[in-house]
T-cell receptor
Framework: GENVEQHPSTLSVQEGDSAVIKCTYS??????FPWYKQELGKRPQLIID?????GEKKDQRIAVTLNKTAKHFSLHITETQPEDSAVYFC?????????????FGAGTILRVKS | DAGITQSPRHKVTETGTPVTLRCHQT?????MYWYRQDPGHGLRLIHY???????DKGEVSDGYSVSRSKTEDFLLTLESATSSQTSVYFC?????????????FGPGTRLTVT
């Protein structure tokens, strides 16, 4: 089955700097890669996702890149702000008629220091 | 937030007792999922449903069963709770028919087995 590894486990950056979180996956048939943000005591919430037919996607300060050949994808946050501090999870899945079974990475704790 | 609720929100139970967690949605989404979240493991899929009475196992299904008798409710049962099942449980819903594969998560249930 699918296996997703996420690095680093913790990341501290200065406000205004960029942050990059990387994930690798094992199943070459995976075709959907979302990123979730989870604040302390809250539910995970989708911040950006990408399909395997796209190499890069941006949404304001957030971008995701996908390298299918190397089976890795990355989250890039520019101009970080204190409110970006949270736990970030990557995930991978193969979309099919029986749903979208996400396999998550272990998470990255991002701390933005002001 | 999508119309998804979980009950109870907190529960403490003793080893060996049965426990049922409820996920209720008002979005008429086809797919429903149960995940557990533990430190160092991210979220792991327990069971999922792709329609009324249609369910299947996820990666950590041992010791759990599910039922879905109507679109809006997805129940997770621990037949005989063990301390290893102490965790935070999240329900999620999705519906690719809406042109989005996003999974919306419920608020979570914190379960402690003593």
């Amino acid at each position: 089955g699918e296996n997703v590894e996420q690095h680093p486990s913790t990341l501290s950056v200065q406000e205004g700097d960029s942050a990059v979180i990387k994930c690798t996956y094992s199943d070459s048939a995976s075709n959907y890669f979302p990123w979730y943000k989870q604040e302390l005591g809250k539910r995970p919430q989708l911040i950006i996702d990408i399909r395997s037919n796209v190499g890069e996607k941006k949404d304001q300060r957030i971008a995701v890149t996908l390298n299918k050949t190397a089976k890795h994808f990355s989250l890039h946050i520019t101009e970080t702000q204190p409110e970006d501090s949270a736990v970030y999870f990557c995930a991978a899945s193969r979309i099919g008629e029986y749903g979208n079974k996400l396999v998550f990475g272990a998470g990255t704790i991002l701390r933005v220091k002001s | 937030d999508a119309g998804i609720t979980q009950s109870p929100r907190h529960k403490v139970t003793e080893t060996g007792t049965p426990v049922t967690l409820r996920c209720h949605q008002t979005e008429n989404h086809r797919y429903m999922y149960w995940y557990r979240q533990d430190p160092g493991h991210g979220l792991r899929l327990i069971h999922y449903s792709y329609g009324v009475k249609d369910t299947d196992k996820g990666e950590v299904s041992d010791g759990y069963s599910v039922s879905r008798s109507k679109t809006e409710d997805f129940l997770l049962t621990l037949e005989s709770a063990t301390s290893s099942q102490t965790s935070v449980y999240f329900c999620a819903i999705s519906d690719p028919g809406l042109s989005s594969y996003e999974q919306y998560f419920g608020p979570g249930t914190r379960l402690t087995v003593t």
